[in-house]
């Protein structure tokens, strides 16, 4: 199981967790299986093309990556930002 990182601004879909479990063997796969378990959720991050959303960063690790076809281990984990911005 992977462990993937939830940013506060998409706790809403995950019942207030920040931290949850998840299967795949992709980034787009570990996505897969948390929106399964919480519908809404990847369409936050993922867009319409299939790309990580400009305003979302991804990280395994401290490595980023905008690659959802990334393989990810089972023992690693997927961290997900949301930028902040102000003015």
Do not use: C, N, W
């Amino acid at each position: 199981m992977v462990a993937v990182l939830i940013p506060s601004q998409l706790t809403a879909y995950t019942d207030g967790a920040t931290r949850v479990q998840a299967q795949g063997a992709t980034v787009d796969g570990v996505l897969d299986d948390l929106d399964r378990r919480f519908p809404g959720l990847k369409f936050r991050i993922i867009d319409e093309q299939a790309r990580v959303r400009r305003h979302v960063r991804i990280f395994i690790g401290q490595q980023e990556t905008r690659d959802v076809a990334r393989p990810i281990g089972a023992e690693e984990e997927l961290m997900i930002f949301g930028a902040l911005s102000g003015g």
